[in-house]
Structure formats: C-alpha cells, structure tokens
C-alpha cells in the first residue's frame, strides 16, 4: 500500500521568513493533493498536482511535484499569521479517484510574530 | 451552498453503545467518503461511496457500517463503540468527472468513547 511521508512533522518560523514541507511517496504518483487544516476544523483544499514537474501557486503558497523523486513540496513565502496550521498531502494509491486518497501524517506550522 | 455538513459536532458514548454519525451535502457530488484523524497519522479511509447504493471499504472499516440511499447522505454507523475508536471523522464529497478534482471536507465529529 502506498505511504506518505511528510517533513518536517513541525515546523515554527519567525513571521516574514520562507519555508518549505516535503510529502515523499513509497510508491509512484499519480497526482497530489494538498490541504490546510485549522486547529479543531475542517480541512481546506490548497492545490492538486496531476503531472510530473507541474507547479501551481495561489497567492504565497507554491507547490510542485517531482515524480520522479515520487514527492511534492509546498513553499510559503514571506509567512504570516494566516499562514498557521496543520498542512496534510494525499494521493491516490490507484488513480481512481478523490474519493480514496492516502493521507501524511501531517505538517503542524507555527508562525512567530 | 451548505457543502458539506456534519452533525453531532461532539459526541461523548460508553463502550458497547451504538451511534450514527450524520454526513450530507447539497453540491450534487456522486462520491462521499469517511475518515478517521488520530494524532500523528493524518487521515485514514473508513468507508467510500462512488454513487447511491454503492458502498465499499477503506483502510480501517472494522466496527464501521455504511449505508447510501440517496446522494445527498452518507450516515457513518458504529455498531459496538471502543475506546479504540476515540477520533475526529471526517465526511467529504468529490465530483465524479473522471474521478480527479476537489474533495469537499465537513467540519469533522469529534467522538469520545469512555
């Protein structure tokens, strides 16, 4: 079965500073997802990645996954408060669909003022 | 557009009792699925369903049922509760077009089995 693996588990930056989280794949992928998740709520739809070297940026949020390496990364630029939260990857292990995807463990992002 | 909808918020049950999580959504999606979220492991698949009447397990389904009778609900039902299954779920909903695109989360269940 296909796993995830996200990096760092933590993460606290200084407000302003950039940062990057890795989501490493054991198997292929075939695309990515990546969500926000706010303390205690629900998780938001960031970007999805489809193929390899495809890169998409939404405001300060840019991602990019490397198929060959089987990993995405998510950057921030210039972090602000907004910024904070649990940032979770998943794909799907069978190319079927979003309705199955495999989730990383999670990334828990914390910004200093 | 409500999107996705989950009710209750917060459930506390004894060991051995039954309950029903409640999930909707009016955005016409034909997939609907349930996870799980327990501190460090992300999210885990319960139970899927790609249209009304079509259910199939996940990950982890021990102890799960599901049932889909219309499109707009996909009731998660614990059948005996256990400690084991003290976690936040989660109910989402996708379009169908050839299965790629935004999977819509509700708001989560935060469920404590004493």
């Known amino acids: 079965s296909q796993e995830l693996e996200q990096s760092p588990q933590s993460l606290i930056v200084q407000e302003g500073k950039n940062l990057t989280i890795n989501c490493t794949s054991s198997k292929t992928l075939y695309g990515l997802y990546w969500y926000k998740q706010k303390y205690g709520e629900g998780l938001i739809f960031l970007m999805m990645l489809q193929k390899g070297g495809e890169e998409k940026s939404h405001e300060k949020i840019t991602a990019k996954l490397d198929e060959k390496k089987q990993q995405s990364s998510l950057h921030i630029t210039a972090s602000q408060p907004s910024h904070a939260g649990i940032y979770l990857c998943g794909a799907d292990p069978h190319f079927q669909g979003a309705q199955k995807l495999v989730f990383g463990q999670g990334t828990r992002l914390t910004i200093n003022p | 557009n409500a999107g996705v909808t989950q009710t209750p918020k917060f459930q506390v049950l004894k060991t051995g009792q039954s309950m029903t999580l409640q999930c909707a959504q009016d955005m016409n999606h034909e997939y609907m699925s349930w996870y799980r979220q327990d501190p460090g492991m992300g999210l885990r698949l319960i139970h899927y369903?790609?249209?009304?009447?079509?259910?199939d397990q996940g990950e982890v389904p021990n102890g799960y049922n599901v049932s889909r009778s219309t499109t707009e609900d996909f009731p998660l039902r614990l059948l005996s509760a256990a400690p084991s299954q003290t976690s936040v779920y989660f109910c989402?909903?996708?379009?169908?077009?050839?299965?790629?695109?935004?999977?819509?989360f509700g708001p989560g269940t935060r469920l404590t089995v004493l």
């Open positions: 989402a909903s996708s379009y169908s077009s050839g299965g790629w695109g935004e999977q819509f």
């Open positions: 369903s790609v249209g009304a009447g079509i259910t």
